[in-house]
Protein backbone atom coordinates (compact mmCIF):
# COMPACT_ATOMS: atom_id res chain seq x y z
CA UNK A 1 0.00 0.00 0.00
CA UNK A 2 2.63 2.36 0.85
CA UNK A 3 5.15 1.59 -2.12
CA UNK A 4 2.06 1.75 -4.33
CA UNK A 5 -0.47 3.74 -3.22
CA UNK A 6 -2.39 4.25 -6.61
CA UNK A 7 -2.19 0.80 -7.65
CA UNK A 8 -3.50 0.46 -4.19
CA UNK A 9 -6.59 2.98 -5.28
CA UNK A 10 -7.21 1.48 -7.99
CA UNK A 11 -7.53 -2.20 -6.66
CA UNK A 12 -9.83 -0.29 -3.93
CA UNK A 13 -11.99 1.32 -6.39
CA UNK A 14 -12.58 -1.76 -8.49
CA UNK A 15 -13.48 -3.98 -5.53
CA UNK A 16 -15.80 -1.25 -4.88
CA UNK A 17 -17.61 -1.62 -8.27
CA UNK A 18 -17.38 -5.50 -8.16
CA UNK A 19 -19.62 -4.97 -4.49
CA UNK A 20 -22.41 -3.08 -6.51
CA UNK A 21 -21.85 -5.45 -9.71
CA UNK A 22 -24.97 -7.43 -10.75
CA UNK A 23 -22.27 -10.51 -11.19
CA UNK A 24 -22.30 -12.70 -8.35
CA UNK A 25 -19.04 -13.63 -7.72
CA UNK A 26 -18.53 -17.30 -6.80
CA UNK A 27 -15.91 -18.69 -4.01
CA UNK A 28 -16.92 -22.17 -3.35
CA UNK A 29 -19.81 -22.36 -4.59
CA UNK A 30 -21.00 -21.07 -8.19
CA UNK A 31 -24.54 -19.65 -8.42
CA UNK A 32 -24.67 -19.43 -11.91
CA UNK A 33 -23.70 -23.66 -12.04
CA UNK A 34 -26.56 -24.10 -9.23
CA UNK A 35 -28.80 -21.97 -11.24
CA UNK A 36 -28.72 -24.72 -14.22
CA UNK A 37 -30.08 -27.22 -11.60
CA UNK A 38 -32.56 -25.08 -9.62
CA UNK A 39 -35.92 -24.24 -11.59
CA UNK A 40 -36.73 -21.53 -8.60
CA UNK A 41 -33.61 -19.62 -9.71
CA UNK A 42 -34.07 -19.63 -13.07
CA UNK A 43 -37.37 -17.93 -12.79
CA UNK A 44 -36.99 -15.63 -9.75
CA UNK A 45 -37.86 -12.35 -11.54
CA UNK A 46 -35.59 -9.98 -8.90
CA UNK A 47 -31.55 -9.99 -8.89
CA UNK A 48 -28.88 -8.23 -7.47
CA UNK A 49 -28.60 -6.12 -11.05
CA UNK A 50 -32.04 -4.98 -10.28
CA UNK A 51 -32.06 -4.09 -6.79
CA UNK A 52 -28.40 -2.45 -6.41
CA UNK A 53 -29.62 0.99 -8.45
CA UNK A 54 -32.19 1.46 -6.66
CA UNK A 55 -30.19 0.77 -3.48
CA UNK A 56 -27.57 3.69 -4.46
CA UNK A 57 -30.69 6.01 -5.27
CA UNK A 58 -32.04 4.92 -2.01
CA UNK A 59 -28.55 5.47 -0.07
CA UNK A 60 -27.86 9.06 -1.99
CA UNK A 61 -31.56 9.87 -0.94
CA UNK A 62 -30.69 8.91 2.41
CA UNK A 63 -27.62 11.00 2.43
CA UNK A 64 -29.00 14.03 1.06
CA UNK A 65 -32.09 13.90 3.52
CA UNK A 66 -29.84 12.64 6.54
CA UNK A 67 -32.85 11.92 8.67
CA UNK A 68 -31.99 10.75 12.72
CA UNK A 69 -34.48 7.42 10.84
CA UNK A 70 -32.17 6.74 8.50
CA UNK A 71 -28.69 7.45 9.80
CA UNK A 72 -28.05 4.12 11.45
CA UNK A 73 -29.26 2.31 8.32
CA UNK A 74 -26.95 4.66 6.26
CA UNK A 75 -23.93 3.59 8.72
CA UNK A 76 -24.73 0.18 9.01
CA UNK A 77 -24.56 -0.29 5.65
CA UNK A 78 -21.36 2.19 4.86
CA UNK A 79 -19.62 -0.10 7.46
CA UNK A 80 -20.16 -3.60 6.18
CA UNK A 81 -19.06 -2.81 2.61
CA UNK A 82 -16.05 -1.37 3.73
CA UNK A 83 -15.23 -3.67 5.59
CA UNK A 84 -16.05 -6.38 2.44
CA UNK A 85 -13.86 -4.16 0.26
CA UNK A 86 -10.70 -4.48 2.57
CA UNK A 87 -10.44 -7.96 1.83
CA UNK A 88 -12.30 -9.73 -0.34
CA UNK A 89 -16.00 -9.31 -2.82
CA UNK A 90 -17.40 -12.37 -3.01
CA UNK A 91 -21.66 -12.92 -3.75
CA UNK A 92 -21.62 -15.22 -0.23
CA UNK A 93 -19.53 -11.96 1.82
CA UNK A 94 -22.48 -9.28 0.14
CA UNK A 95 -25.24 -11.76 1.63
CA UNK A 96 -25.60 -11.12 4.83
CA UNK A 97 -26.37 -7.31 3.90
CA UNK A 98 -29.12 -7.59 1.40
CA UNK A 99 -31.84 -7.48 3.42
CA UNK A 100 -30.71 -3.57 4.58
CA UNK A 101 -29.81 -3.49 1.09
CA UNK A 102 -33.59 -4.22 -0.02
CA UNK A 103 -34.98 -1.73 2.83
CA UNK A 104 -32.21 0.97 1.57
CA UNK A 105 -33.54 0.12 -2.64
CA UNK A 106 -37.55 0.32 -0.72
CA UNK A 107 -36.08 3.29 0.00
CA UNK A 108 -35.09 4.98 -3.32
CA UNK A 109 -38.33 3.49 -5.00
CA UNK A 110 -40.52 4.94 -2.72
CA UNK A 111 -38.77 8.35 -2.92
CA UNK A 112 -39.32 8.24 -6.68
CA UNK A 113 -43.06 7.81 -5.52
CA UNK A 114 -43.18 10.34 -3.47
CA UNK A 115 -41.31 13.01 -6.03
CA UNK A 116 -43.74 12.03 -8.58
CA UNK A 117 -46.84 12.34 -6.20
CA UNK A 118 -46.13 15.61 -4.87
CA UNK A 119 -44.54 17.02 -8.52
CA UNK A 120 -41.58 17.62 -7.89
CA UNK A 121 -40.24 17.05 -11.61
CA UNK A 122 -36.62 18.45 -10.78
CA UNK A 123 -35.79 15.83 -8.27
CA UNK A 124 -37.65 13.12 -10.24
CA UNK A 125 -35.50 13.71 -13.10
CA UNK A 126 -32.30 13.60 -11.37
CA UNK A 127 -33.31 10.55 -9.45
CA UNK A 128 -34.12 9.05 -12.96
CA UNK A 129 -30.59 10.15 -13.98
CA UNK A 130 -28.84 8.43 -10.88
CA UNK A 131 -31.39 5.31 -11.69
CA UNK A 132 -29.93 5.27 -15.08
CA UNK A 133 -26.36 5.81 -14.44
CA UNK A 134 -26.60 2.80 -11.50
CA UNK A 135 -28.19 0.42 -13.91
CA UNK A 136 -24.78 1.06 -16.37
CA UNK A 137 -22.73 1.22 -13.05
CA UNK A 138 -24.15 -2.11 -11.95
CA UNK A 139 -24.09 -3.55 -15.48
CA UNK A 140 -20.51 -3.08 -16.73
CA UNK A 141 -18.32 -6.39 -16.96
CA UNK A 142 -15.51 -5.70 -14.25
CA UNK A 143 -14.03 -9.17 -14.13
CA UNK A 144 -14.30 -12.29 -16.72
CA UNK A 145 -16.84 -14.51 -15.63
CA UNK A 146 -15.57 -17.44 -13.79
CA UNK A 147 -16.24 -20.99 -15.63
CA UNK A 148 -17.72 -23.62 -14.52
CA UNK A 149 -14.20 -26.46 -14.24
CA UNK A 150 -14.44 -25.84 -10.58
CA UNK A 151 -17.87 -26.95 -10.07
CA UNK A 152 -17.96 -29.45 -12.39
CA UNK A 153 -15.21 -31.24 -10.02
CA UNK A 154 -17.10 -30.51 -7.17
CA UNK A 155 -20.05 -32.48 -8.72
CA UNK A 156 -18.04 -35.14 -9.53
CA UNK A 157 -16.40 -35.30 -6.04
CA UNK A 158 -20.23 -35.66 -5.17
CA UNK A 159 -21.24 -37.93 -7.18
CA UNK A 160 -17.91 -40.34 -5.62
CA UNK A 161 -19.20 -40.02 -2.44
CA UNK A 162 -22.73 -41.30 -3.50
CA UNK A 163 -20.77 -44.45 -5.28
CA UNK A 164 -21.73 -43.03 -8.53
CA UNK A 165 -18.84 -43.52 -10.50
CA UNK A 166 -19.80 -42.64 -14.01
CA UNK A 167 -21.49 -39.60 -12.99
CA UNK A 168 -18.45 -38.71 -11.14
CA UNK A 169 -16.31 -39.56 -14.83
CA UNK A 170 -18.36 -37.46 -16.44
CA UNK A 171 -18.27 -34.27 -14.52
CA UNK A 172 -14.51 -34.50 -14.47
CA UNK A 173 -14.21 -34.98 -18.45
CA UNK A 174 -16.57 -31.94 -18.04
CA UNK A 175 -14.54 -30.14 -16.35
CA UNK A 176 -11.68 -30.72 -18.34
CA UNK A 177 -13.57 -29.79 -21.62
CA UNK A 178 -13.52 -26.25 -19.96
CA UNK A 179 -10.21 -26.36 -18.95
CA UNK A 180 -7.83 -28.88 -19.77
CA UNK A 181 -4.93 -28.06 -17.54
CA UNK A 182 -7.48 -28.56 -14.68
CA UNK A 183 -4.97 -30.05 -11.42
CA UNK A 184 -7.66 -30.82 -9.52
CA UNK A 185 -9.98 -32.70 -12.07
CA UNK A 186 -7.14 -34.20 -13.62
CA UNK A 187 -6.39 -35.44 -10.30
CA UNK A 188 -9.66 -36.96 -9.17
CA UNK A 189 -9.76 -38.19 -12.99
CA UNK A 190 -7.00 -40.19 -12.51
CA UNK A 191 -7.69 -41.70 -8.92
CA UNK A 192 -11.01 -42.91 -10.29
CA UNK A 193 -9.86 -44.69 -13.40
CA UNK A 194 -7.09 -46.34 -11.34
CA UNK A 195 -9.91 -47.31 -8.81
CA UNK A 196 -12.07 -48.50 -11.90
CA UNK A 197 -8.54 -49.97 -13.09
CA UNK A 198 -8.92 -48.05 -16.17
CA UNK A 199 -5.02 -48.72 -16.55
CA UNK A 200 -4.67 -47.06 -19.86
CA UNK A 201 -6.77 -44.45 -19.11
CA UNK A 202 -5.25 -43.31 -15.83
CA UNK A 203 -1.52 -43.50 -17.55
CA UNK A 204 -2.36 -40.96 -20.29
CA UNK A 205 -4.16 -38.68 -17.38
CA UNK A 206 -0.85 -39.36 -14.95
CA UNK A 207 1.20 -38.24 -17.70
CA UNK A 208 -0.69 -35.03 -18.86
CA UNK A 209 -0.47 -33.95 -15.21
CA UNK A 210 3.43 -34.52 -15.46
CA UNK A 211 3.51 -32.49 -18.58
CA UNK A 212 1.58 -29.47 -16.48
CA UNK A 213 3.07 -29.87 -12.86
CA UNK A 214 6.51 -31.79 -13.35
CA UNK A 215 6.83 -31.90 -9.75
CA UNK A 216 3.95 -34.08 -8.95
CA UNK A 217 4.63 -37.08 -6.80
CA UNK A 218 1.46 -38.11 -6.60
CA UNK A 219 1.68 -38.62 -10.88
CA UNK A 220 4.86 -39.28 -10.67
CA UNK A 221 4.03 -42.96 -8.33
CA UNK A 222 1.25 -43.62 -9.84
CA UNK A 223 3.24 -44.07 -13.65
CA UNK A 224 6.37 -46.32 -11.74
CA UNK A 225 3.34 -48.20 -10.24
CA UNK A 226 1.75 -49.10 -13.64
CA UNK A 227 5.08 -49.59 -15.39
CA UNK A 228 6.31 -51.62 -12.46
CA UNK A 229 3.23 -54.04 -12.92
CA UNK A 230 3.16 -53.81 -16.34
CA UNK A 231 0.15 -52.73 -16.70
Known amino acids: MQANPFADMKLTGKKLL ?10 NHNFYFHQKYSNILQVLPINFGLVAPFFLLGLLGMLYAWRTSTVF ?9 ASVIIFYVFSRYRMPVLPLICLSAGYGFFMLQKQFRMGQWEKLAASFVILVLGFMLVHQQIIKPFDFSHSYTDEGVAYEI ?8 AAYV ?3 EIDPKYLRALDRLGKLQMQRKDYNEARTTYSKILEIAPDSVEA ?12
Open 18 to 27: LFFNSYEVPD
Open 174 to 176: QAL
Open 73 to 81: LFFTQVTYI
Open 220 to 231: KYQLMWLEKKGL
Open 162 to 169: KDDEQGAL
